[in-house]
């Protein structure tokens, strides 16, 4: 009863949240003394980045080690890892798009050559492999099994990007929420702006992943109502 | 008390790119027989062998092979078991025959001596030097059967092994055949037709729509 | 383990001797992509050698490309993949056979191409070969990385064309840390976050390979 009342709810509050957002980044928070209204920009784009970097990638490759670990291979982990994959190449050009739109006024160019954004981008192709790869094998164990292995080889660059902050000289802002002996940066009404923000994206992201979950369902559904008329088919050829 | 059959089917399914290769096969096939599985193209008899080598995946239905679990049980061990002659040639076509048998004898750890032996058993010691790329149709199905020779497996599953061989060539299959069933082998091949062979008198299995539809003994 | 890599990789490099596939396609391939990338600097810097570093792993890159599918195509030849499976290979062993040949071509090609940039790009020599180190590092991590991603695309639909789309971002990192090693190697910048990025990439790989190659074979 609480898993159907939490599913029921997850799109109403995540709605609420989103919204709550957009109110209190617009019109309730002051501009920042530095960037002025640019800020506001700041309350999507690092939360769509944790989304797609952490929260989505992290989910389809749990899910693709799940698959590949015989004691919990099923095929719900292949669905997972794949909606996952597939939801995080949204929120991964997203975070292109409103880190573009921020650093235009801010860098004077749409796209710089920063460690950040280009390890993001290259994220994004990753991802859009994946869903290639999946595309070019039929067999379902064949394409679970392969495309479990990419994503995890897709992940060994997540640490990549972390850690491209700190060592690659990059025009990207440092750590913007908490310091490295975690004291908050952001104070106020903007953190706590900031905060709903990123729990509605991750909450928006879960919304999305039920979603292409239930579609992926029902696609196999009609999928496998194929495979039985195919061997219907099959049977009746070699009786006659 | 009759032997647990090496080969057990039951309702074997077999779905490759969302096609039914098998579509439900009832197959037992005992130990140290002689076993022609026949069929028009398509039938399903490359699919059937693949399947008991452990070279594509049940979709559906059960079998063991060689007592082992076709759906749960570890393939690769499966594999190592069975001697396999495909149709299309079995080498790296840029290695010469010895060295292909070379890599068999040193990947299953066979001794090396023996190579000398199944290249003269088969009629290739003159050519052991040869790349396989330059090796006929004929003499390239030699080589694999040398390699089946090497390995002296408990299944040898052959796939159209006939084709390629003159009157010579098929006569001396029948020998080997004859030979390795005595010695204790099962053996499955595939073929458009029964065997012709006055000698051998193989089970007869017939497959057609990627089922058993015919079984003669 | 260890007996099968030897195994697979003797097999792999002889028949490289043999086929001479990299002797008379690959190494040309190399020198007149590096030669484009010349030119395609345009006339006033052409010679500029600060470029040098990162127009050679560019063609490295598109030569280890080409050099991935060769080593898969070797196994993908109809009826040599079910035979040798049915050898039963331990796919740890395969894996570092098949990532050890695959690595002794790119430093051999890529020692060509090194060569190849300090005489047309103008690196200077005693940079390049203080980068040396590093270049082959680079490269070994590369031929671990492609040798799984070419078992990812063996005998799929597609696997010439999908191998670039899932190595190409996968190795911008290993390319990326190699550049600015060879770069630091030639006086400009640090050098040690580099190696351990490579090193990271190379040992990940590594390891990712020897436990999950199986389960590529098995598909």
Known sequence: ??????????????????????????????????????????????????????????????????????????????????????????????????????????????????????STAILGVLALG???????????????????????????????????????????????????????????????????????FTLLFFWLLRARYRLEVARERVERATLDAALSQRQREGAL | MASDPLVHLVDAVVFTNGFPLLSGVDLDVAPSSLNVVTGANGAGKTS??????????????????????LAKGDLRQLRRRVGWLGHEGSFYADLSASENLRFCATALERPFDQIDLVLERVG???????????????????????????????????????????????????????????????????AHDPLRSARLRPRAIHLAGGRVQGDRR | MIRVAWLVARKDLRIEARSRVLLWQVVPFGAMALLLSGLALGPAHAGDSSAGPGLFYLVVLFVALLMINRSQVIESTPGTRASVATLGLDPAGVFLGKALALAIELWVTGLVLLAGTVLVLHTALHGAILALPSVLVTLAGLACAGTLYGALTAGGEGA????????????APLLIAGERSFSAALGHGGLWEWWVIVLVALVAYGGVGILLYGVLEES
């Not at chain 1, 719900?76 to 235009?104: K, N, P, Q, Y």
């Not at chain 1, 067999?139 to 990007?161: G, Q």
């Not at chain 1, 913007?176 to 900031?194: C, D, E, P, Q, Y």
């Open chain 3, 160 to 171: 010439s064309t999908l191998l670039p789309v899932l190595c190409l971002p996968a190795f």
């Open chain 2, 124 to 190: 290739l010691s003159a050519r052991a030097n040869t790349t396989t790329r330059q090796l006929s149709a004929g003499q390239r199905r030699r080589l694999g059967l040398a390699w089946l020779l090497l390995r002296r497996a408990e299944l040898w599953l052959l796939d159209e092994p006939y084709a390629s061989l003159d009157d010579q060539g098929r006569e001396f299959f029948d020998d080997l055949l004859a030979e390795v069933t005595g010695a204790g082998a099962t053996v499955v091949v595939s």
């Open chain 2, 48 to 69: 059937l062998l693949r399947l008991l080598a452990g070279l594509v995946a049940l979709s559906s239905g059960e079998g063991t092979v060689c007592g082992i679990d």
């Open chain 1, 1 to 118: 009863m609480i898993r159907q009342l939490s599913q029921r709810l997850l799109g109403p509050v995540t709605l609420v949240l989103l919204a709550l957002t957009i109110w209190l980044g617009v019109w309730v928070t002051p501009p920042d003394k530095v960037q002025g209204n640019l800020v506001r920009l700041l309350y999507v784009h690092p939360a769509i980045a944790w989304v797609a970097l952490y929260v989505s990638f992290g989910t389809a490759t749990i899910a693709s080690a799940l698959y590949l670990w015989r004691r919990t291979r099923s095929w719900v982990a292949d669905r997972v890892a794949h909606c996952a994959m597939e939801v995080s190449v949204v929120f991964i050009i997203l975070t292109l798009i409103t880190g573009s739109i921020w650093g235009r006024p801010t860098w004077g160019v749409w796209w710089a050559w920063d460690a950040r954004l280009t």
């Open chain 1, 130 to 200: 994946y869903l290639a790869l999946r595309r070019a094998n039929d067999d379902p164990t064949l394409r679970a099994k392969r495309s479990a292995v990419f994503a995890i080889l897709a992940a060994i660059n997540v640490p990549i990007i972390h850690f491209s902050v700190q060592w690659w000289k990059t025009l990207h802002q440092g750590a913007t929420v908490f310091t490295s002996n975690r004291t908050l940066l952001v104070h106020g009404s903007m953190a706590w702006t900031l905060l709903i923000s990123f729990v509605g």
